[in-house]
T-cell receptor
């Protein structure tokens, strides 16, 4: 069974600085999808970025980018030029490409604090 | 553009009471899911459905039942609520397997407290 691990329960960053959130996963599959979701205090789950395992190029979305290391099974999220609105809990999630259920497996989450 | 709507947003129950959480999506998604979120444990899958009339157990199904009589609705039931079911519940939906690179869309969650 696949597992997702976020080993940093809490992180903090100064406004305008860069921070990296870690995520590792365990799988025997070669084709899968990885996601980062943001959950602000409003409790909404907002998709930040996604990565397809068969694509070697790291995904980027404006200030958000990932460092996808397939061999190491690592999927970290880098937030550049951090803003106060980035303060939230961030979840890493895995989805098998082979399974016809679309289930997501989530990590435990990392709470990001942004200091002004 | 409603997306995924959960009802209610908050609820307090007494141990042994029953209730149903309603999830409705207007995106014509095939797949629907119920998760629970507990501190330090991320989101864990309770039950899911890959189509109208079909349901399956997830990671933590005990104490819950679900039904999907209509494609757009997915109901989560607690027959006899227990304090261990105090949690925040999220419903999500996504397109079918052909679109497996597409993300799940989430409702705003239901905070449920069992006294």
């Amino acid at each position: 069974a696949q597992t997702v691990t976020q080993s940093q329960p809490e992180m903090s960053v100064q406004e305008a600085e860069t921070v990296t959130l870690s995520c590792t996963y365990d799988t025997s599959e070669s084709d899968y999808y990885l996601f980062w979701y943001k959950q602000p205090p409003s409790r909404q789950m907002i998709l930040v970025i996604r990565q397809e395992a068969y694509k070697q190029q790291n995904a980027t979305e404006n200030r958000f980018s990932v460092n996808f290391q397939k061999a190491a099974k690592s999927f970290s999220l880098k937030i550049s030029d951090s803003q106060l609105g980035d303060a939230a809990m961030y979840f890493c999630a895995y989805r098998s490409a082979a399974s016809n259920t679309g289930k997501l497996i989530f990590g435990q989450g990392t709470t990001l604090q942004v200091k002004p | 553009n409603a997306g995924v709507t959960q009802t209610p947003k908050f609820r307090v129950l007494k141990t042994g009471q029953s209730m149903t959480l309603l999830c409705a999506q207007d995106m014509n998604h095939e797949y629907m899911y119920w998760y629970r979120q507990d501190p330090g444990m991320g989101l864990r899958l309770i039950h899911y459905s890959v189509g109208e009339g079909t349901t399956a157990k997830g990671e933590v199904p005990d104490g819950y039942n679900v039904s999907r009589l209509k494609k757009q609705n997915f109901l989560l039931g607690l027959e006899s609520a227990a304090p261990s079911q105090t949690s925040v519940y999220f419903c999500a939906s996504s397109r079918g397997q052909i679109f497996r690179n597409q993300p799940q869309h989430f409702g705003d969650g239901t905070r449920l407290s069992i006294l």
